[in-house]
């Protein structure tokens, strides 16, 4: 069974201080991986998606890569700001037969970025 | 507003009754899914339809749990006679397409408080 693992569980850190967020998973055998960034109460909102092939993304101040062989991906956020406070999410598609497995979350990382 | 629409927002029940909640996903997407978060968890898979079909249950989703998208549309979550232990966040997502690449946009979920 896929199991989903996101270290620390919460970060503060002061404006404008780059920081990594990790993500690790049990079972290499997936089609992508997506980072989520989700606010108190609120939806999710997709940051960035690799694919079993790639070893990054990027998106503005955001990135993101995998390392599939080691169950390993992390997030980058360069320059931080106030805005960027959240929790962020790591998820995997588990790959099966079926091709129809959902997307297995992990518990998320809180960040708080101070001004 | 193009993104996915959840109606209500927040939902407050007694235990023993009936809620329904509903999701409007972006338009065209053949994928819809409903997924449960609690407090400090991330979200997880209840079930999932493609245009009209419920092609996947998760074993979190009882007999208590009901799940409709008529004509491949909106779609519905009903829970009957609910339980404290129901009070959650209750996301729908939609997609166009399946994996490899499938990329989920999720809406701002209903929290539902069973007193």
């Known amino acids: 069974k896929q199991e989903v693992t996101q270290i620390p569980a919460a970060l503060s850190v002061p404006e404008g201080e780059n920081l990594v967020l990790n993500c690790s998973f049990t079972d290499s055998a997936i089609y992508n991986l997506q980072w989520f960034r989700q606010d108190p109460g609120k939806g999710l909102t997709s940051l960035l998606l690799i694919q079993s092939s790639q070893r990054e993304q990027t998106s503005g101040r955001l990135n993101a890569s995998l390392d599939k062989s080691s169950g390993r991906s992390t997030l980058y956020i360069a320059a931080s700001q106030p805005g960027d406070s959240a929790t962020y999410l790591c998820?995997?598609?588990?790959?099966?037969?079926?091709?129809?497995?959902?997307?297995?979350f992990g518990k998320g990382t809180r960040l708080s970025v101070i001004a | 507003d193009t993104g996915v629409s959840q109606n209500p927002r927040h939902k407050i029940t007694k235990r023993g009754q009936n809620v329904t909640f509903r999701c409007d996903p972006i338009s065209e997407h053949n994928r819809l899914y409903w997924y449960r978060q609690t407090l400090g968890q991330g979200p997880e898979f209840l079930t999932y339809?493609?245009?009209?079909?419920?092609?996947?249950k998760s074993r979190l989703l009882s007999d208590r749990f009901s799940a409709e998208r008529p004509k491949g549309s909106f779609s519905t979550l009903e829970i009957q006679r609910t339980e404290q232990g129901d009070s959650a966040m209750y996301l729908c997502?939609?997609?166009?397409?399946?994996?490899?690449?499938?990329?989920?946009?999720f809406g701002s979920g209903t929290q539902l408080s069973v007193l």
């Open positions: 997502a939609s997609s166009l397409g399946g994996v490899p690449n499938e990329k989920l946009f």
């Open positions: 339809f493609q245009n009209e079909a419920q092609l996947e």
């Open positions: 998820a995997v598609r588990p790959k099966s037969y079926s091709g129809n497995t959902p997307l297995v």
